[in-house]
């Protein structure tokens, strides 16, 4: 139950949203030619790409990611400075203490299932000096799709299953708890409200899919997944308008220094 080619596929289809949620998190970094970067939960790496251009020949960047169907297409690309690991972000220890320069995470940290770990992990391989840039949802928000799939999940016969790794979007202050715990005392969180648009339903769940791995079903078992989506489905159609769905959505964007 796990991602598959089709879901990575989609996502590098899909993923304009957090791509340009990665622009802004990028734009609140000083990322310079000759830099080395770690991309923690890079997924098919086109933004890993994007931050190789930043570097330039002398630098490096390295992108990480459980998902051999995402690091499948990452390792097509075809930039020099960029190499790829299978890997989480509670677990580094391919890395050298104080081996980057940068530490970017976006649209990730709310799958990471032990947090505290993996910012210990980001602090112990950043350089002193070094900067970690984290972009994703934020849990003092309750985005649209939250709702709709805690409400369907909830409902018989769906109810029985336990979601195994959910989603954990962190408060502010559960954040800033976080940073302080693991070291980083300079740092600024600011939020950044986007608007996901979908031009219907359908593509508005494929689009949870595919940037979920799955996840968007909850611990349920592959047979019950059309009928949720079906009932998801319904709960999105009152939202549909002649311009499509536009959903709002809430990120924290922390830039903190080692
Ligand atoms: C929504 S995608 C974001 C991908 C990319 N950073 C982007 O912005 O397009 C979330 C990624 O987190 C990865 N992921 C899930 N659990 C993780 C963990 N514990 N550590 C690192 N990455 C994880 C998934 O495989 C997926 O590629």
Same mark, same amino acid.
């Given at each position: 139950m796990g991602d598959t080619r089709e879901l990575a596929e989609g996502y590098t289809l899909a993923n304009d949203t957090q791509y340009n949620a990665g622009l802004f998190l990028l734009s609140r970094l000083d990322i310079q030619p000759g830099m080395h970067v770690l991309d923690v939960g890079c997924g098919p790496g086109n933004l890993t790409a994007y931050i190789a251009r930043l570097v330039g020949d002398g630098g490096r960047v390295v992108g990480i990611d459980p998902s051999e169907e995402r690091l499948a297409i990452a390792k097509s690309l075809p930039d020099r400075q960029?190499?790829?690991?299978?890997?989480?972000?509670?677990?580094?220890?391919?890395?050298?203490?104080?081996?980057?320069?940068?530490?970017?995470?976006?649209?990730?940290?709310? =799958?990471?299932?032990?947090?505290?770990?993996?910012?210990?992990?980001? /602090?112990?391989?950043?350089?002193?000096?070094?900067?970690?840039?984290?972009?994703?949802?934020?849990?003092?928000?309750? !985005?649209?799709?939250?709702?709709?799939? !805690?409400?369907?999940?909830?409902?018989?016969?769906?109810? !029985?299953?336990?979601?195994?790794?959910?989603?954990?979007?962190?408060?502010?202050?559960?954040?800033?708890?976080?940073?302080? /715990? /693991?070291?980083?005392?300079?740092?600024?969180?600011?939020?950044?409200?986007?608007?996901?648009? /979908?031009?219907? !339903?359908?593509?508005?769940?494929? =689009?949870?899919?595919?940037?979920?791995?799955g996840k968007t079903y909850g611990g349920i078992p592959l047979e019950l997944r059309p009928r949720a989506r079906e009932l998801m489905k319904r709960e999105w159609e009152p939202f549909v308008t002649d311009e499509g769905i536009k959903m709002d959505m809430e990120l924290l964007v922390t830039v903190a220094v080692r």
């Open positions: 960029l190499s790829f690991f299978q890997g989480k972000a509670e677990d580094l220890s391919r890395f050298e203490s104080g081996s980057f320069d940068v530490v970017f995470v976006n649209s990730t940290l709310h =799958w990471v299932q032990d947090q505290p770990r993996a910012m210990r992990e980001f /602090a112990r391989v950043l350089r002193p000096g070094g900067q970690l840039g984290i972009s994703g949802g934020s849990g003092d928000f309750v !985005a649209i799709h939250e709702r709709i799939k !805690a409400d369907v999940l909830g409902r018989e016969p769906f109810s !029985a299953y336990q979601e195994v790794e959910p989603p954990r979007f962190l408060k502010r202050a559960e954040l800033e708890g976080l940073l302080e /715990a /693991a070291g980083f005392r300079e740092r600024t969180i600011v939020v950044n409200n986007i608007v996901k648009k /979908a031009r219907d !339903a359908d593509d508005m769940i494929d =689009w949870l899919d595919t940037s979920s791995s």
